[in-house]
């Protein structure tokens, strides 16, 4: 049964003036296949085209060139009821002159459906999602929660083979965000249906995505589950943006030293030096002394050794942030700053020295023109 | 002079600046309601009536109530005094031609407005640059064009060439420049979320426009309405080439045919202002409790 997937090819969105002359384009050619049933996360930072590509999937926006296609069918010239989609937007979109039970019921009216199964119906959904004791009341009575529950019950209504997320959570202050995010994921789990989400924040990505697709400047970056986009970014951009606190990405050469090849920082200053062993060595050799950027997480970089494949680096603390049970310490670097994140309930203060110790095994390098990763 | 002294002077000058400006507002009209209840003919020029010049007969006659008048002091003699058209009929007009027209001149702004705000098409900047420009014109430059028009009109179409009603509401319907930029203003406002979840939902364009749009916007359309209200009931020089036949002028042109070159009847006219500001203060009653704001509130996160 696959009339919930969705097949995005070629797809590319110009914006266009009054007159019809080109002036942006948002989606630049990009091509994606999303499996029925699949949560995909669409995230990237503004501008890169993501809400742009959701709205092409509705119907919301006309596409410029491309096919979009849902189930078997391809979808370029459906109006978006026909599309078998329902949408949850970011400011709610709620109608504030009807009740909660008309909101929710407008599309089955609309439908012409009879009078009973709108009312069973959307007293169902409305129990589910725990909106009973409000039906009669007015958009404008409810709290940013429940309206987005109001939302959300208005696109179940609908009985859409997908659904559709721009950002729902993005209105919502922290605790409702993760309870919200919780009872969308119980939803996936519940109905099954193929969820398209689109969002800016890594960490809701992370968590509530069968795949994340990572797109920038209208292309897409890289599509993976999130523990291989974590563990495999195909590029400086991925690497960066996934994994919160973010990847340390330094700049510098590798050089071949009496001791080996050595990866030296760039910078006047605190340029520090991790040596390349293992299999890094043979991936380096075309590198060595050129450009090259190395990526290695925070969580990696530790305050203890663990294993044979730790390296020891000295520098002194520039800032701590205690989060409790570790902290992130700045330390110094040849350009800026790396982080690391220490174990245990330690206090830093500025200008310590500290040897921390770096995980090789977990070390990633990238060819600063290319921004790909090398492998 | 200490704070308090100086904080009271304020006070004293404030209070009144307002009363001298309130009087400016509120003198006329109380003088002209005196000259109302004057007996004769005289202009509205003073506050104060002694016992012996109270009358009622500018309102009898306003009103349709025959009553006697002395026309020969000398002899006694006297004689019922009726307008020739009552004015109530008159007022009759005007509230149709106002209404008619302010609800007319809705429909048609508010759905131009809608295309201005919400669709996209090739001159769409241009053409309200245009409309902005064209209503700094005011109607009666194109007096004389109105009137050949509705003059052939009027040698076709029977009801609705010159001497019609709906011929004038036909040239009223046109003042629509204003109204569509005010109404493409407050559409402007209303987040496009709400008509595309519309949309998702299965409803057309129109349906969107009339069960979602339209509720949302009632404040906007309370105030086109009473604005075009006014206008059209104190508009003049239109109305009175348009009409020719005094059973069928507004208001505004029936009290101005009082004020003839010799005998200037300033009595039935004060009367006939007072009563003119009856509809439009009924019409303002009634529009005013549909200017209310945050109607979107609770639809859309801002």
């Known amino acids: 049964m696959s009339q919930g997937s969705v097949h995005i090819k070629d797809l590319v969105k110009t914006y266009t003036d009054d007159r019809g002359r080109p002036t942006f384009t948002a989606v630049k050619n990009i091509n994606l296949d999303i499996d029925n049933g699949e949560f995909m996360v669409l995230v990237g930072p503004s501008g890169c085209g993501k809400t742009t590509t959701l709205r092409m999937v509705a119907g919301l926006e006309k596409i410029s060139s491309g ?139 992370m968590t509530m995505g069968d795949r994340i697709c990572v797109m920038k400047d209208g292309i897409i970056m890289q599509v993976a589950d999130p523990l291989t986009l974590y563990r495999k970014p195909e590029n400086l951009f991925v690497a960066g943006f996934i994994g919160s606190p973010p990847m340390n990405l330094l700049r510098g050469k590798v050089q071949k030293q009496n001791s080996g090849l050595v990866f030296t920082e760039t910078g006047e200053q605190n340029a520090i030096s991790i040596p390349i062993k293992g299999p890094l060595e043979s991936l380096v050799s075309k590198y060595v002394d050129k450009p090259i950027v190395l990526g290695v997480r925070p969580e990696h970089i530790t305050e203890e050794s663990k294993n044979g494949s730790h390296v020891p680096l000295t520098s002194a603390v520039d800032i701590a942030e205690p989060m409790g049970s570790e902290s992130l310490v700045y330390m110094k670097a040849g350009s800026g700053s790396f982080i690391a994140k220490i174990h245990g309930e330690k206090l830093f203060h500025q200008g310590q020295p500290l040897t921390v110790y770096v995980d090789t095994g977990k070390i990633l390098l990238f060819d600063p023109e290319t921004e790909a990763v090398i492998r | 002079m200490k704070p308090s002294q100086r904080l009271r002077l304020k006070k004293i000058l404030a209070h009144g600046f307002l009363l001298v400006a309130l009087a400016l507002v509120v003198l006329p009209f109380l003088m002209v309601l005196v000259a109302s209840l004057r007996k004769g003919n005289f202009p509205p020029n003073s506050l104060w009536l002694n016992p012996d010049q109270w009358s009622l007969e500018h309102w009898k006659y306003v009103l349709n109530i025959p009553y006697s008048e002395i026309v020969n002091p000398s002899t006694g003699e006297t004689r019922m005094v009726q307008p020739p058209t009552p004015p109530l009929h008159w007022l009759w007009n005007s509230v149709i031609v106002s209404a008619v027209s302010s609800a007319g001149i809705i429909l048609l702004s508010s759905t131009a407005a809608y295309a201005f705000a919400r669709m996209r098409f090739k001159f769409r900047g241009h053409i309200l640059q245009s409309l902005l420009i064209l209503q700094m014109f005011p109607a009666v430059l194109a007096l004389t064009a109105y009137y050949t028009i509705l003059d052939s009109v009027g040698r076709h179409v029977e009801w609705l060439g010159l001497n019609t009603l709906p011929g004038l509401i036909a040239i009223y319907l046109a003042g629509v420049s204003t109204n569509i930029w005010m109404i493409k203003g407050y559409f402007d406002t209303i987040p496009a979320s709400m008509e595309e979840s519309a949309r998702i939902d299965g409803a057309s364009p129109f349906q969107t426009f009339v069960r979602i749009l339209l509720p949302v916007s009632v404040p906007i359309f309370a105030v086109v309405f009473i604005l075009s209200f006014i206008y059209t009931m104190s508009e003049y020089p239109v109305a009175s080439a348009v009409l020719g036949t005094p059973k069928t002028w507004t208001l505004a042109v029936g009290a101005s045919s009082l004020l003839r070159e010799h005998e200037k009847l300033w009595g039935h006219f004060a009367a006939l202002a007072v009563l003119s500001g009856v509809p439009i203060t009924v019409m303002f009653l009634v529009c005013q409790r549909f200017v209310i704001g945050g109607l979107t509130s609770g639809g859309i996160k801002e």
């Open chain 1, 67 to 205: 096919t979009i296609s849902i189930g078997d069918r391809v979808v370029n010239d459906l109006e978006p009821k026909d599309r078998g989609i329902a949408m949850v937007f970011q400011n709610y979109a709620l109608y504030p002159h009807m009740t909660i039970f008309n909101n929710m019921a407008f599309g089955l009216q609309l439908a012409k459906k009879k009078k009973d199964f709108i009312q069973e119906t959307v007293t169902r959904t409305s129990q589910a999602l725990g909106l009973n004791q409000m039906l009669d009341r007015k958009p404008q009575a409810l709290s940013g929660g429940q309206r987005q529950r109001v939302a959300l019950g208005r696109a179940i209504v609908r009985n859409p083979v997908v659904f559709l997320f721009d950002e729902p959570l993005s209105n919502l202050d922290a605790k409702m965000r993760v309870q919200m995010r919780s009872e969308i994921s119980r939803l996936h789990g519940q109905l099954g249906s193929t969820m398209i989400y689109v969002t800016h924040d890594q960490v809701e990505a």
